[in-house]
């Protein structure tokens, strides 16, 4: 049996990190029969609740010598996907890749994100780390950009994000009703998250303040609902202070963070626009079609909107929400428009997203091979 391992940010802490775990473990299902799929999370219970795998382990609860029989009996060890290399973590994700690489299992990222990666000690770790990879994919051309300007020697390939190749769980009228959604109105979904690389130059006060301006205008200019989506817990937090600065709160209503990353999907096709800060409710909305307009706060954000033909026009950087209302207000008179350019886009997307795990795969060939002929020799032996 092919033992295959994955390990990355995974254990419910975001729903794009989630829908990125679900997609690599049906590609692997799907192209390794039988094989057995074993998952590094932070939080066992709830990846064994959530995903269908074998096994799971929390490598930050448990000490290397527990870890270490765990990942000696994996033919192939996938990092990611997602953005896990960065200042501060990328170490602490390079862990099990390290004890891989010691005991000669082969190890491969399968499309991660990468930075920002500033501090010297862990641009170290991620160079060393990465050229004792037998292959290295991204999901954006800023991942291969910066880990070619580290110095790795590693060819690097440019697939697409693993979540892309999720399909959608129908969001039904009984589950909007119950979020207390209503439906005589347009609805608007936005994602926001907190200030960080968003807007680094405003106080949390002017930062909240012009996201809620832009959610009043959405319902004063479109007649419509908005609708906060949280992708991440803290996200409740953030979605919080901006419906308290917003006019008409009263039209704005908070999902609950309970739903899986299909449900968010199915909850795209309800919304006439999506507006977002986070990667991963992006690509939500770019699988089913729905318009979008990006809040860029990284790189990979600018790459996404790129990939599919789009400019990273908007920015909360200013003291004033006026670029962006007027973003606004052309994307909701061109909604049409974009829809044809997302349904053209996105399966050329998919279909990278398709090439990761056959390229991590070809990994895993050989030593099958050579595991087949050694018990086939093994067995003629026996029976001498």
């Known amino acids: 049996m092919t033992v295959i391992g994955i390990s990355g940010s995974y254990g419910g802490l975001n729903l794009g990190d989630e829908a990125i775990l679900t997609s690599a473990i049906e590609q692997l299902r799907a192209t390794v029969p039988g094989v057995e799929v074993v998952v590094f999370s932070r939080n066992a219970a709830h990846t064994r609740e959530n995903h269908a795998v074998d096994r799971v382990l929390n490598p930050r609860e448990a000490m290397r010598d527990e870890i270490t029989p765990e990942v000696e009996r994996l033919d192939l060890l996938l990092l990611g996907g997602g953005g896990i290399l960065y200042d501060s973590e990328a170490q602490t994700y390079l862990r099990e890749v390290t004890i891989a690489q010691k005991l000669g299992v082969p190890s491969y990222t399968f499309a991660i994100g990468v930075g920002p990666l500033k501090d010297r000690v862990e641009r170290d770790a991620v160079r060393e780390g ?167 706060y990284a790189s990979k954000v600018s790459d996404f909107l790129s990939s599919v033909g789009l400019e990273p026009r908007a920015t909360v950087s ?46 895993v060939a050989p030593r099958a091979e050579a595991a087949v002929k050694a018990a086939a020799k093994a067995a003629a032996k026996a029976a001498e």
């Open 130 to 296: 990465l050229d004792r990879m037998t292959g290295i994919t991204v999901r954006e051309p800023s991942a291969k950009r910066l880990i070619e300007e580290i110095g790795v020697q590693i060819p690097v390939t440019v697939t697409a994000d693993p979540a892309l190749l999720l399909t959608p769980e129908p969001f039904t009228e009984e589950m909007l009703a119950e979020a207390g959604i209503p439906r005589d109105r347009p609805l608007v979904g936005i994602s926001v998250r907190e200030q960080g690389a968003a807007a680094p130059e405003l106080s949390d006060a002017a930062y909240h303040q012009l996201l809620a301006e832009a959610a009043d205008y959405i319902v004063q200019r479109f007649g419509a609902d908005v609708v906060f989506v949280p992708m991440e817990r803290a996200d409740v937090r953030e979605a919080h202070r901006v419906m308290g600065r917003m006019a008409v709160s009263e039209r704005a209503h908070l999902l609950q963070y309970r739903y899986t990353p299909r449900q968010i999907i199915g909850l795209m096709d309800h919304f006439e626009m999506a507006v977002g800060m986070r990667l991963h409710f992006l690509i939500f909305a770019a699988i089913t079609g729905t318009p979008l307009i990006a809040l860029p």
């Open 318 to 363: 200013h003291t004033t929400a006026g670029t962006f209302l007027a973003d606004l207000d052309r994307l909701w008179d061109h909604r049409a428009e974009q829809k044809g350019l997302l349904r053209d886009r996105i399966p050329v997307l998919m279909e990278r997203a398709r090439e990761t795990a056959p390229l991590a795969l070809q990994t």
